[in-house]
């Protein structure tokens, strides 16, 4: 297998601009990307860089801005296996999002009146739908799945009842319910205390080496980085350095 098949998810020259009244903000300025399948991407850099930017476009929740070259117009490319995202029609690009590919934030995003394994199954029922939705197919992984982030024991509880790190780990669980082959993660770690911000990546990184997930990580700590197989390096909206840590 040579290493264009081994690419799962890039971006190929994106540009992305927004528009605040009569000011347009460039964010990206052509990024390119290659994520390996089954790889743990870093992408390191300092706020305002275009890392959370760049996440969107991989995951589908934007598009990149089409880049006005005198009288050209061209678009940057985010594909995934080959596809372009950006020219998904509205139900491809929903599917993506629900199937391919999972999200993991700094902030969890649980609902407070559900339970943790209501939580994460969750995700699944939005998946399929209500009507395609069978409870008895999906509680058990969801219950695998918070087993193995070491939550066996607060199924029945609910989201105020749960320490930080407990919260993260639910969020991780529902992102990773309906089985996607990429898992992206914004500063995951972000609102936790080192400790337990390692022990959660030692924990996702477990879980990837097991099941083959590939991983996009957003993140500032350098040292958190390094965990990762390689590092991509945003400074104002550009890649600066794109390097293997092993």
């Known amino acids: ?110 609902l407070p009146e559900l339970t943790v394994v209501e939580n994460v199954t969750i995700a699944a029922m939005i998946r399929h739908g209500r009507l395609r939705y069978k409870a008895s197919e999906v509680e058990p ?18 989201p105020a009842e749960l320490s930080g790190g407990e919260r993260q780990r639910v969020a991780i669980a529902r992102a990773l319910i309906n089985e996607p082959p990429v898992l992206l993660a914004d500063e995951p770690t972000g609102n936790l205390d080192r400790v337990t911000g390692a022990s959660i990546l030692d924990q996702i990184d477990m879980y990837r080496r097991t099941a083959g997930l590939t991983l996009v990580m957003v993140t500032h700590d350098q040292e958190i980085a390094a965990r990762a197989d390689r590092i991509i390096k945003l400074v104002d909206g550009k890649v600066v350095a794109a390097q293997a840590t092993r």
């Open 141 to 158: 992984r969801a219950k695998a799945l918070l087993e193995t982030f070491g939550l066996g024991h607060r199924l029945k509880h609910r």
């Open 1 to 110: 297998m040579n290493s264009g098949d081994q690419i799962i998810l890039q971006a190929e020259n994106v540009y992305k601009t927004y528009r605040l009244g009569i000011v347009s903000v460039p964010v990206l300025r052509g990024v390119d990307v290659k994520v390996n399948r089954g790889g743990f991407v870093a992408i390191l850099g300092a706020s305002g860089s275009g890392k959370s930017t760049l996440m969107h476009l991989l995951g589908g929740l934007d598009r990149p801005t089409p880049l006005q070259d005198g009288n050209t117009r061209s678009l940057g490319r985010v594909l995934f296996e080959g596809k372009d995202i950006a020219r998904f029609s509205v139900a491809e690009a929903d599917m993506y999002r629900r199937k391919s590919v999972g999200f993991v934030f700094q902030f969890y995003h649980l």
